[in-house]
């Protein structure tokens, strides 16, 4: 079975900095784009970024563009989001995701809460 | 960014009826729209891709439909698993903008 488990998240102060990992497994994940999807406490799904399957194309959501950059490792099985300059804004449950027929995503991560305040 | 609009917000129905869900882009994505379903707190679960296939497991209550700028996602006969909250997603380019979402309560 497809598995993908996020952590990383926690507690960050504004300005500081968090590293987000999503494990895969039960898929071969260097043959598929992945994706970030976060979400505020009680609001809706936002797309933050997508990354291709080798790390060489990227995409980011204009709220996040020069803050977080995605990675990946494919020999781990794992994807990375890497955010600095945190804002309270940033604070939500972020999602990574299986890239899909039609750029969808059929595939999801239980989550990781990010909070990010003073 | 391509905007997308859904109608209504929130949606109250009983079991058994039919429901529509609309989604409007500012913009065509000619058929690159997705659905999903999300219960409080889980994960997002794909319903329909490219505006009207099901993907594979979800029952065939749910259809899609539309092109260019109009999208809908229809639940013939609504049962009690059904009321969650509602997403259309483009996918035609990046950012993947989600519409805001609708929730769908029971009557």
């Known amino acids: 079975d497809v598995q993908l488990v996020e952590s990383g998240g926690g507690l960050a102060q504004p300005g500081g900095s968090l590293r987000l990992s999503c494990a895969a497994s039960?898929?071969?994940?260097?043959?598929?784009?992945m994706h970030w999807v976060r979400q505020a406490p009680g609001k809706g799904l936002v797309w933050v970024s997508r990354?291709?399957?080798?790390?060489?194309?990227?995409n980011y959501a204009d709220s996040v563009k020069g803050r977080f950059t995605v990675s990946r490792d494919n020999a781990k099985n794992t994807l990375y989001l890497q955010m600095n300059s945190l804002r309270p804004e940033d604070t939500a449950v972020y999602y990574c995701?299986?890239?899909?027929?039609?750029?969808?995503?059929?595939?999801w991560g239980q989550g990781t809460l990010v909070t990010v305040s003073s | 960014d391509i905007q997308m609009t859904q109608s209504p917000s929130s949606l109250s129905a009983s079991v058994g009826d039919r429901v529509t869900i609309t989604c409007r882009a500012s913009?065509?994505?000619?058929?690159?729209l997705n659905w999903y379903q999300q219960k409080p707190g889980r994960a997002p679960n794909l319903l329909i891709y490219?505006?009207?296939t099901l993907h594979a497991g979800v029952p065939s209550r749910f259809s899609g439909s539309g092109s260019g700028t109009d999208f809908t996602l229809t639940i013939s006969s609504l049962q009690p698993e059904d009321f969650a909250t509602y997403y259309c997603?483009?996918?035609?380019?990046?950012?993947?903008?989600f519409g805001q979402g609708t929730k769908l309560e029971i009557k």
């Open positions: 913009q065509s994505i000619i058929m690159y």
């Open positions: 995701a299986r890239h899909y027929v039609s750029n969808s995503a059929d595939s």
């Open positions: 997603q483009q996918s035609y380019s990046t950012p993947y903008t």
């Open positions: 990354i291709d399957s080798d790390g060489s194309d990227t």
């Open positions: 490219a505006a009207s």
């Open positions: 039960g898929f071969s994940f260097s043959s598929y784009w």
